[in-house]
Every structure is written in structure tokens, then in C-alpha cells.
């Protein structure tokens, strides 16, 4: 499997950014996919997740509420939007994917990563 990741770049605090991940190498309906973030000096940490179905999504409680994640399984794409940005959402941002199965699979032990798109958020 092969995800890219891209629509990264710089922002105001306030504004608001759309990440997309496309995929390939295996039927996308069958990916669980997830979105995480690593910034300056800090571990990679989980962001959010939605299922091969696009039924169910999880989300860290640091973005609740202003990130969504979506996906057309047409278009293999899965989508980050990115609402009220704040500069501690400044981080470089890792589409994954797993086997579709239990979500929190994605969320804490991914196979495959993209590479990273940068998100930027000035204060």
C-alpha cells in the first residue's frame, strides 16, 4: 500500500487547511485509515481515524470538535479538514492505513505511513 499525502502549508491562527491522502496497492474500502501529527521535539501522536465503510471515526480530544475526517472510497481519498487552527496544531501531518478490523487497530498500530505534509498555523 501506497499512501501520499499533500495540501499542507501555512495558515493563521483561526484559519483553516484541507489535508488529503490518496492511496493505492490495495482495494481502499478495505483500509482503515488515520491521520496523525508529530511537532518540533514531540513524539508522533494519534489525531484521527475513520473506517474502510467511512461509518465510524475517531478523533483526539486536542481536535475534537475542529478537524473532520472524511473519505471517498471512489476517489481513494481520505480527507483531514482542519477548522480554528491554532499554532499548537503546528506539526508535520502522516496519513496511515491498516487492514480495515477494529478502528482503534489504526489508531495505535498502523502498516503502512505516508509521508508527512507540513501544516504550519502562525500566531
Known amino acids: 500500500v501506497q499512501l501520499q499525502a499533500f495540501g499542507g502549508g501555512l495558515v493563521q491562527a483561526g484559519g483553516f487547511l484541507r489535508l488529503s491522502c490518496a492511496a493505492s496497492g490495495r482495494p481502499f474500502a478495505t483500509l482503515d485509515m488515520g491521520w496523525f501529527r508529530q511537532a518540533p521535539g514531540k513524539e508522533r501522536e494519534f489525531v484521527s481515524a475513520?473506517?474502510?465503510?467511512?461509518?465510524?471515526?475517531s478523533y483526539a480530544d486536542s481536535v475534537k470538535g475542529r478537524f473532520t475526517i472524511s473519505r471517498s472510497n471512489a476517489e481513494k481519498l481520505v480527507y483531514l479538514q482542519l477548522n480554528s487552527l491554532i499554532p499548537e496544531d503546528t506539526a508535520v501531518y502522516y496519513c496511515a492505513a491498516r487492514k480495515a478490523g477494529a478502528l482503534v487497530a489504526v489508531a495505535t498500530r498502523p502498516d503502512y505511513w505516508g509521508q508527512g505534509t507540513l501544516v504550519t498555523v502562525s500566531s
Open positions: 475513520i473506517s474502510g465503510s467511512g461509518v465510524s471515526r
